[in-house]
Nanobody, 129 residues
């Protein structure tokens, strides 16, 4: 019923920029926190960025701070990840996820992979050097 679909992945040179998008459909209540995760070949899926329903609270993993920006347009059921100054180590499949507990700006579980309820299929980002 609830579906998340990512788009915007592709090949980009190191130092370049890319914008990922995620659209959410289905479900009766969508005041959810949203997150971006990524998984490189042979590695575990890791947290990248998270945002509460209003955008009042935002989290990033340390390695992307100052380079990536998460945002959302709730009227369009969209969440975005702006990736700037990308590095080869950013290469991974990027996944969009939704957390039903993320409706409050007091939410603190954005980085917890197991706490998310819905996941997209992923979009490949490859950074060349």
């Amino acid at each position: 019923q609830v579906q998340l679909v990512e788009s915007g992945g592709g090949l980009v040179q190191a130092g370049g920029s890319l914008r990922l998008s995620c659209v959410v459909s289905g479900g009766s209540f969508r005041m959810w926190g949203m997150g971006w995760f990524r998984q490189a070949p042979g590695k575990e899926r890791e947290f990248v960025a998270g945002i509460t329903w209003t955008g009042g609270s935002i989290w990033y993993r340390d390695t992307v701070k100052g380079r990536f920006t998460i945002s959302r347009e709730n009227a369009k059921n969209m969440v975005y990840l702006e990736m700037n100054k990308v590095k080869p180590e950013d290469t991974a499949v990027y996944y969009c996820a939704a957390d039903r507990k993320g409706g409050s700006d007091h939410y603190t579980g954005a980085s917890n992979l197991s706490g998310y309820d819905y996941w997209g299929q992923g979009t490949q980002v490859t950074v060349s050097s």
